[in-house]
T-cell receptor, first 119, second 111 residues
Framework: GAGVSQTPSNKVTEKGKYVELRCDPI?????LYWYRQSLGQGPEFLIY????????DSGLPNDRFFAVRPEGSVSTLKIQRTERGDSAVYLC?????????????????FGPGTRLTVL | GQNIDQPTEMTATEGAIVQINCTYQ??????LFWYQQHAGEAPTFLSY????GLEEKGRFSSFLSRSKGYSYLLLKELQMKDSASYLC????????????FGTGTQLKVEL
């Protein structure tokens, strides 16, 4: 079946502009996650959704970053007034359920990412 | 903090065995994942450990010691295509399902 898809694959924008990054999770996955990965680093958690609601947005760096998932499937990460420091690969992941009945952690499956470059 | 430490780089020979270590803070630990990431691609799931011991899956095995805050990924019969970054990631109790990643270990497999 289809994996997690993200669009666009690359986005180049100018400092101060607004961007939207889209994520389409694996069908049937209730949980969706956004991470940001800088060169030579591991992914850094931004926000995760259970259904339509943001269950944890503690990783969003500031109020320029916002994400929605209005119908519990596709999600959009929105960045206002972009800064050069926002340049990174933005990864989306999904999982079937956030916490299984055994209490173990559900496996997250990642999309290919959107490479954002802010000039 | 929730520091996760793994070596930055490793080099190994095709056909050999390599062990990639990962250490983490034990307080609040829930489970540990290993992902493989080729340059410019998505991380792909390799293994998940929540209990102590060794989990074997083909050429790849992963070990966990909860009391020591230690895990390793063992890759056997190395192939050139195994050249990639290997990411150790931890989930925490009370942290929902979010993962904290290490910086990754860049493995280079040589002839």
């Amino acid at each position: 079946g289809a994996g997690v898809s993200q669009t666009p694959s690359n986005k180049v924008t100018e400092k101060g502009k607004y961007v939207e990054l889209r994520c389409d999770p694996i069908s049937g996955h209730t949980a969706l996650y956004w991470y940001r990965q800088s060169l030579g680093q591991g992914p850094e958690f931004l926000i995760y959704f259970q259904g339509t609601g943001a269950a944890d947005d503690s990783g969003l760096p500031n109020d320029r970053f916002f994400a929605v998932r209005p119908e519990g499937s596709v999600s959009t990460l929105k960045i206002q007034r972009t800064e050069r420091g926002d340049s990174a690969v933005y990864l989306c992941a999904s999982s079937l359920n956030p916490i299984s009945t055994s209490g173990s952690t559900d496996t997250q499956y990642f999309g290919p990412g959107t490479r954002l470059t802010v000039l | 903090g929730q520091n996760i430490d793994q070596p930055t780089e490793m080099t190994a020979t095709e056909g050999a065995i390599v062990q990639i270590n990962c250490t983490y803070q034990t307080s609040g630990f829930n489970g540990l994942f290993w992902y493989q990431q080729h340059a410019g691609e998505a991380p792909t799931f390799l293994s998940y450990n929540v209990l102590d011991g060794l989990e074997e899956k083909g050429r790849f095995s992963s070990f966990l010691s909860r009391s020591k805050g230690y895990s390793y990924l063992l890759l056997k019969e190395l192939q050139m295509k195994d050249s990639a970054s290997y990411l150790c990631a931890v989930s925490w109790t009370g942290g929902g399902n979010k993962l904290t990643f290490g910086t990754g270990t860049q493995l280079k497999v040589e002839l």
